[in-house]
């Protein structure tokens, strides 16, 4: 059994409320070199949560932290078209991730949440990952912001399906 001391979230970084599916999340990943789709749980707009990988299967998410971690991706991440609006993600969406992150944190005491770009290097040596330093955007929202809100996302990260937006 692997031992499991981090939970990555990420997000596809394809417009907000748009479905894309494991299939298609799998060959972008066979198209960068991976054999398979490199999460373990692919979480849609509607809030469906697909396997990607067995969690006993090292994944393809967080080079350097595959060996010892579950990567669980939200579809979704990039606003409209001038992508202004990052970190929107439907209702359903936000409580599969709150279910799914509170499953495997129940499973794996003692593992850290984090998104994808808390893993960024500490460049300036502070002990911390700030916004100048990472090196992707993913997942989009603040991890921890979210963990100390009580895996409740902010009024405006919840994408309002069917409500048009400026």
């Not at 799998?26 to 490199?38: I, L, N, P, S, T």
């Not at 990607?52 to 979704?76: F, M, Y």
């Not at 599969?96 to 984090?114: E, H, K, N």
Request: charged share 20%; proline share 5%.
């Amino acid at each position: 059994m692997r031992k499991i001391n981090l939970i990555v979230i990420h997000c596809t970084a394809s417009r907000n409320g748009w479905p894309v599916s494991i299939q298609t999340v799998a060959e972008w990943h066979r198209q960068r070199g991976f054999k398979a789709v490199g999460y373990h749980y692919l979480i849609g707009v509607d809030g469906h949560v697909d396997v990607g990988r067995d969690e006993e299967q090292p994944g393809a998410h967080a080079k350097g932290h595959n060996a010892h971690s579950i990567g669980v991706c939200l579809v979704g991440g990039l606003g409209g078209p001038d992508k202004l609006n990052p970190g929107q993600f439907t209702e359903a969406a936000w409580e599969s991730l709150r279910i799914t992150v509170q499953d495997l944190m129940d499973r794996y005491p003692g593992a850290r949440v984090v998104g994808h770009r808390d893993l960024s290097p500490d460049l300036d040596g502070d002990g911390q990952v700030e916004p100048h330093e990472w090196t992707k955007l993913c997942p989009a929202f603040d991890v921890q912001d979210w963990l100390r809100a009580g895996m409740v996302p902010l009024d405006a990260q919840v994408l309002r399906v069917g409500v048009a937006r400026a």
